[in-house]
């Protein structure tokens, strides 16, 4: 089992950036696939991005492809992801996700482990 806790998001007016980090804690993190969903009230978590154990398989929603970029670094159990170019739009919660010994996917029914997340607010 692993522990996620994810930090650094915040209030940013549109056009600037975030990083948010993911720290794990527990069993060994880089077999973990990893995942960032995100989560507005009354709507369903959506799937915002994706990694392997290694980092060699990537996968991005289409609406951040280009301004959002995901990372691991498996030595600081942390993933990260730098967002650019914030829209209002991004605003949401955001969810940290974690996939035992498994491939990266979109879909949120395939992490068993979650954080507790953090909330980026876009300004217009």
């Not at 950036?17 to 720290?23: D, E, H, I, Q, V």
């Not at 960032?36 to 915002?48: A, M, Y």
């Not at 035992?100 to 979109?106: A, C, N």
Request: one cysteine or more.
């Amino acid at each position: 089992q692993v522990q996620l806790v994810e930090s650094g998001g915040g209030l940013v007016q549109a056009g600037g950036s975030l990083r948010l980090s993911c720290a794990a804690a527990g069993r060994t993190f880089s077999s973990y696939a990893m995942g960032w969903f995100r989560q507005t009230p009354g709507k369903e978590r959506e799937f915002v991005a994706s990694i392997s154990w290694s980092g060699g398989i990537i996968y991005y929603a289409d609406s951040v492809k280009g301004r959002f970029t995901i990372s691991r670094d498996n030595a600081k159990n942390t993933v990260y992801l730098q967002m650019n170019s914030l829209k209002p739009e991004d605003t949401a919660a955001y969810y940290c996700a974690g996939r035992w010994v498994g491939q990266p996917t979109m879909s949120r029914d395939d992490y068993a482990y979650w954080g507790q997340g953090t909330q980026v607010t876009v300004s217009s």
